[in-house]
């Protein structure tokens, strides 16, 4: 089995979407958070892409010179983000512009610099809609680097810190996804619980024996799932693991740990041959329903 630890993940700046929705000032002041444990900068960026101008668009801004006002608009939007992350911490580097391309576009080209894209999790309205587009699938499969999409978490009261979880599941992309959550986890001070659920395929080489004995199966996943953690030890000698596999349906299992998680890490897709196209029908399932923010690891 190939046990290959994959290069840093995040070596490099935040790339931050802010659209002027509600969610703008909980991926700021995450982004803030995690600049300043990782030591680095923050790339804010505002989309107003303007080949997407409509009349729509000047209808919900009430003007005719909807260009101007939108890159105004657009200005606006990313100085309150940038008094958020400064508030967090002063002494994070911030800069920030305004996109004039379509969403899709903007996201592939911020990943090709960025260690991180951060996005808020979709809200309808009719600006936002025009503008930025309905739905953050299209961003988070146009990205070539992790996308972290923001989920204002129910409970933060907990006195201790809660972990980061990542779905691992033998493919190619849960590997980059365990690497990654091995390095936020080291980043963030946190634990990290690594999470299979489900029966693995049989070429992950596991021995079931003549028959289906579920204890047998559960254990031989466990061992698996504990190989694959353990590649990572010297590299984060001091980060706390806990490994566990579950029989159930990934998405739910995935969605109920995110209650309690601080960040959950998935692969960008899954093995499952009736996945959506590019983003797995699990990552697009918690993309939208975690109780967390999601990192969607390319």
């Not at 579920?214 to 694959?228: D, F, G, M, P, Y």
Request: hydrophobic share 45%; with cysteine.
């Amino acid at each position: 089995m190939d046990h290959t630890i994959a290069a840093t993940t995040f070596d490099g700046p935040l790339a931050v979407v802010v659209d002027g929705s509600p969610t703008d000032k909980g991926v700021a002041e995450w982004a803030a958070h995690f600049a300043r444990a990782a030591s680095t900068s923050v790339h804010l960026v505002h989309g107003a892409p303007k080949d997407e101008w409509s009349a729509a668009v000047a209808a919900e801004l009430n003007t005719t010179d909807f260009p101007t006002r939108l890159r105004q608009e657009g200005e606006g939007v990313l100085a309150r983000a940038v008094d958020v992350v400064h508030g967090v911490d002063p002494q994070v580097t911030v800069e920030s512009e305004v996109s004039e391309l379509p969403a899709a576009r903007m996201a592939k080209a911020l990943s090709a610099d960025a260690a991180m894209l951060v996005v808020g999790a979709c809200e309808s309205g009719p600006l936002r809609d025009i503008v930025f587009g309905y739905s953050t699938t299209a961003i988070v499969n146009a990205a070539t680097c992790p996308v972290l999409v923001w989920h204002e978490r129910r409970d933060d009261s907990g006195a201790e810190p809660a972990p980061v979880a990542v779905g691992v599941d033998g493919s190619e992309p849960s590997k980059r996804a365990l690497s990654a959550a091995f390095e936020m986890a080291s980043i963030l001070g946190a634990e990290l619980l690594a999470v299979h659920v489900g029966a693995v395929h049989e070429t992950d080489q596991l021995d079931y024996g003549p028959s289906v004995d579920w204890q047998h199966l559960r254990e031989a996943e466990r061992k698996w799932l504990q190989a694959n953690v353990d590649t990572y030890r010297d590299k984060y000698p001091t980060v706390p693991v806990r490994a566990v596999s579950v029989g159930a349906s990934a998405a739910h299992e995935l969605r109920s740990i995110s209650a309690t998680s601080q960040v959950l890490v998935v692969g960008s897709r899954g093995r499952n041959r009736f996945t959506a196209a590019i983003l797995g029908s699990v990552s697009q399932n918690l993309v939208h329903h975690a109780e967390c923010p999601v990192l969607v690891v390319h």
